[in-house]
């Protein structure tokens, strides 16, 4: 009978973020930018209620396997795009401005492969540290949403935010390579 929820949910998130970064362009005040950090939380809280109810009630399906993970993608890609437009401008954002290059590149880069190698039939499951790569990608932005709505404002903050964004960026890159060389040993091997 609810069979549907969880991918509901997944598609629900699918269209949020593009809706999410339209009206964070439009709303640029202090209650829109707010209210974006509210709706991206909700976000964050319908993946993992798909996830557990798919699992809970055993209703796991290729749809959700398929668009879930595209889901997360499209989100995070969007957000990091979205605040690498709002760093680049601030020539103190430098630093953040350049991991959230590497992050979107992983990040599209990783997708791809996974394609090449869903094309040859093989494997590339998610690792329980890239779960953890997941988590604090979601934490960074939350960090950028407390940055860009400006409710922490300083020089520690800002210190914290700089390593925050280097931890997550290393450990994005770390599961990024782990999936390049599981790739090619696939490709090598397979």
């Not at 993992?48 to 499209?74: C, H, M, Q, T, W």
């Not at 760093?87 to 103190?92: C, E, F, H, S, Y």
């Not at 350049?98 to 880069?109: C, D, H, K, P, S």
């Not at 709505?149 to 931890?167: A, G, H, K, M, N």
């Amino acid at each position: 009978m609810y069979s549907y929820i969880p991918n509901f949910l997944t598609f629900l998130r699918l269209f949020a973020a593009p809706v999410l970064i339209l009206y964070l362009i439009i709303d640029q005040s202090f209650s829109g930018k707010y209210f974006g950090l509210v709706i991206f939380i909700f976000v964050i809280l319908t993946d993992f209620l798909d996830g557990y109810l798919a699992r809970k009630f055993n209703i796991e399906s290729n749809i959700g396997r398929v668009f879930d993970p595209i889901a997360d993608k499209i989100m995070v890609i969007l957000l990091f795009a979205f605040f690498l437009g709002i760093n680049l401008v601030n020539p103190d954002k430098l630093f953040v401005s350049l991991i959230l290059i590497l992050l979107i590149t992983r990040e599209i880069m990783i997708s791809g492969l996974r394609e090449f190698v869903s094309a040859e039939k093989a494997d590339l499951s998610v690792t329980q540290l890239a779960k953890w790569k997941t988590f604090f990608q979601t934490i960074l932005l939350i960090f950028l949403f407390f940055d860009y709505i400006y409710l922490f404002q300083s020089t520690v903050v800002s210190w914290s935010i700089d390593l925050f964004c280097l931890v997550t960026c290393l450990l994005t890159w770390y599961t990024g390579m782990q999936y390049i060389f599981k790739a090619f040993d696939t490709a090598n091997n397979g």
